[in-house]
């Protein structure tokens, strides 16, 4: 059991780091065929969404932890990331910069939020063999972070084959997906989580 809570726990990892390198390694592309930024307006919006960290993570460690349980903070994230992948598709025409921006902080944030939360977690499940040496839990995040930004990576350069029109929504498909399935996932697991 504690083998494959550890499995999902570092599924939650990729899940929220894929998340965040198709936002953030796209960006630059996104926001200069919709809305024309140069890139200095790009690196603003990317050092804004930076600058969102530490508040973010004072105001969960100093408060939210204490109210709620980490494993509803973990689901409550889940589902704000979901939500904010779903609102960067562009549905509707045309594609507006509060939609992005706005959908790219909720994202961000929560997956922000999902992070510390998970990583809580993934030290309280991880079998006291990968507590130790050199394949512990610390390298296991590290190789899956790597893994999910490496398959963020090929998926954009895939989606990119079919356009730039096509690039945002063809790249969120595999997210929402990947979303999705972390959430079902903790759904099932969530009583034996603590």
């Known amino acids: 059991m504690m083998l494959l809570r550890t499995r999902f726990q570092l599924f939650v990892y990729f899940m929220l780091k894929y998340a965040m390198e198709i936002l953030l390694a796209e960006s630059s592309v996104i ?42 903070v973990l689901l409550a994230s889940e589902i704000i990331v979901c939500i904010g992948i779903l609102l960067s598709f562009n549905i509707v025409t045309p594609y507006t910069v509060p939609q992005y921006v706005g959908s790219a902080l909720v994202t961000f944030v929560a997956a922000e939020v999902l992070e510390g939360v998970n990583l809580s977690l993934l030290s309280r499940v991880m079998s006291s063999r990968l507590s130790r040496g050199t394949y ?22 895939l989606s990119g084959y079919l356009g730039e029109s096509k690039l945002l929504n063809a790249t969120l498909l595999p997210s929402l997906f990947i979303c999705i399935s972390s959430i079902v996932a903790t759904c099932f697991t969530y009583n034996s989580l603590y």
């Open 31 to 72: 926001t200069t065929y919709y809305f024309i930024w140069s890139t200095s307006s790009v690196a603003i919006f990317l050092a804004c969404l930076g600058l969102t960290v530490l508040p973010v993570n004072i105001i969960i460690g100093n408060y939210i932890s204490n109210i709620f349980e980490e494993r509803q």
């Open 136 to 157: 512990n839990g610390g390298l296991l995040s590290t190789e899956a972070g790597t893994l999910a930004r490496v398959i963020a990576d090929g998926t954009i350069t």
